[in-house]
């Protein structure tokens, strides 16, 4: 199984610039030749590059330094050197990135294809040829170029997912998951079976409707405090447009369920219980008499929005589904012409 790494402290490096020459024109016949060096090469850049291919940061060695290639030197002949490589180093899209002194956000990939200079390598210095001035014909000296910038980062991965499912350990998420979207995540009857976040992507109105789904792993009492998985996988829901709750509909109490989730939530940030959510009441084929479907909606009311459904057997799934359309903004519909 590959790893899930959603944050890595690493530290990059631009590359010096290539010093300058010092050297003097050789030429037949001319006794004293001028001053000829030419100047270094800009050391290369360090760059960062969202791309849809890449999902996780695993690749990523922790503390490692990452360095863009220096600047050549200058050559007679007044010949500039050649500028170093830029390094590029793809993330994926939703990798944040921030100063790892003083923890200030310094870019956020939002988008794929989006490329930002971290750190920029230094100047090349200057060769003798520069230095020549009326005055002064046969300058013996040349600038040693710029060091890079260097910079501690941290990259940290928020995933980018429109709706979030959040639950108890067990509730069927990633059932759920796996029946509106075409992902496949590992589904069992055990707590924690999801250990990593799970991304889908549900198809709508013959797919010209598209959005995503983010399966996290189960939350009990306590995650905040380090209990069962913690609460750090929280940071992959923290910009969904709308949370599903989503309970099994046999648990003993769920309204009270409801509290603990919002309560270690809005541990983790309390900005999470302002988005708009829906309730959605799992496993409801276990009841042979449907009647107490309707008898659970009504009594939960109060709670919000609630939908009751059966992930397994994939009852009420459309009607679910209608109602996250809600949450998201449907693209126009652009008349034929
Ligand atoms: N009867 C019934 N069982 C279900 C339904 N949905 C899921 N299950 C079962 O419930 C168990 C847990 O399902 P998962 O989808 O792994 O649950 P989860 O919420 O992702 O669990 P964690 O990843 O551990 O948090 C599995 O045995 C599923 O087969 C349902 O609608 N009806
Ligand atoms: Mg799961």
């Given at each position: 199984?590959?790893?899930?790494?959603?944050?890595?402290?690493?530290?990059?490096?631009?590359?010096?610039?290539?010093?300058?020459?010092?050297?003097?024109?050789?030429?037949?016949?001319?006794?004293?030749?001028?001053?000829?060096?030419?100047?270094?090469?800009?050391?290369?850049?360090?760059?960062?590059?969202?791309?849809?291919?890449?999902?996780?940061?695993?690749?990523?060695?922790?503390?490692?330094?990452?360095?863009?290639?220096?600047?050549?030197?200058?050559?007679?002949?007044?010949k500039s050197g050649k500028n170093g490589e830029d390094l590029e180093l793809k993330v994926p899209v939703g990798t944040q990135v921030y100063d790892a002194e003083t923890n200030e956000l310094i870019h956020d990939f939002l988008s794929e294809d989006?490329?930002?200079?971290?750190?920029?390598?230094?100047?090349?210095?200057?060769?003798?040829?520069?230095?020549?001035?009326?005055?002064?014909?046969?300058?013996?000296?040349?600038?040693?170029?710029?060091?890079?910038?260097?910079?501690?980062?941290?990259?940290?991965?928020?995933?980018?997912?429109?709706?979030?499912?959040?639950?108890?350990?067990?509730?069927?998420?990633?059932?759920?998951?796996?029946?509106?979207?075409?992902?496949?995540?590992?589904?069992?009857?055990?707590?924690?079976?999801?250990?990593?976040?799970?991304?889908?992507?549900?198809?709508?109105?013959?797919?010209?409707?598209?959005?995503?789904?983010?399966?996290?792993?189960?939350?009990?009492?306590?995650?905040?405090?380090?209990?069962?998985?913690?609460?750090?996988?929280?940071?992959?829901?923290?910009?969904?447009?709308?949370?599903?709750?989503?309970?099994?509909?046999?648990?003993?109490?769920?309204?009270?369920?409801?509290?603990?989730?919002?309560?270690?939530?809005?541990?983790?940030?309390?900005?999470?219980?302002?988005?708009?959510?829906?309730?959605?009441?799992?496993?409801?084929?276990?009841?042979?008499?449907?009647?107490?479907?309707?008898?659970?909606?009504?009594?939960?009311?109060?709670?919000?929005?609630?939908?009751?459904?059966?992930?397994?057997?994939?009852?009420?799934?459309?009607?679910?589904?209608?109602?996250?359309?809600?949450?998201?903004?449907?693209?126009?519909?652009?008349?034929?012409?």
């Amino acid at each position: 199984m590959s790893k899930f790494i959603d944050e890595v402290f690493i530290q990059v490096k631009a590359g010096h610039g290539g010093p300058g020459a010092i050297s003097m024109r050789k030429e037949k016949f001319v006794e004293f030749g001028g001053p000829d060096g030419g100047d270094g090469g800009k050391g290369g850049a360090v760059i960062l590059k969202s791309d849809l291919a890449v999902q996780t940061l695993d690749k990523y060695i922790p503390l490692k330094v990452y360095s863009g290639h220096a600047g050549n030197h200058g050559e007679g002949r007044n010949k500039s050197g050649k500028n170093g490589e830029d390094l590029e180093l793809k993330v994926p899209v939703g990798t944040q990135v921030y100063d790892a002194e003083t923890n200030e956000l310094i870019h956020d990939f939002l988008s794929e294809d989006d490329e930002f200079t971290i750190v920029r390598g230094g100047r090349g210095g200057k060769g003798n040829a520069y230095f020549k001035t009326a005055t002064f014909q046969t300058p013996r000296f040349a600038q040693p170029g710029e060091e890079g910038e260097t910079k501690n980062i941290r990259l940290c991965l928020k995933l980018l997912a429109d709706i979030g499912i959040v639950g108890l350990p067990n509730a069927g998420k990633s059932t759920l998951l796996s029946k509106i979207t075409e992902a496949h995540p590992k589904v069992a009857g055990y707590a924690f079976t999801t250990l990593t976040p799970n991304l889908g992507v549900v198809r709508r109105d013959n797919d010209t409707f598209r959005y995503t789904l983010a399966d996290i792993p189960g939350i009990i009492e306590g995650a905040s405090k380090g209990h069962g998985l913690g609460l750090s996988f929280l940071r992959h829901i923290e910009r969904v447009k709308a949370i599903i709750y989503l309970f099994d509909a046999t648990s003993i109490d769920i309204e009270e369920d409801f509290k603990m989730l919002q309560n270690e939530l809005a541990t983790y940030n309390k900005a999470l219980l302002y988005k708009p959510y829906l309730i959605v009441l799992n496993k409801i084929d276990i009841w042979e008499d449907q009647g107490f479907t309707s008898e659970v909606t009504k009594k939960l009311s109060h709670m919000g929005k609630i939908i009751a459904i059966s992930a397994e057997k994939e009852t009420n799934l459309e009607e679910l589904l209608s109602s996250l359309d809600e949450f998201l903004v449907k693209p126009p519909i652009i008349p034929a012409s």
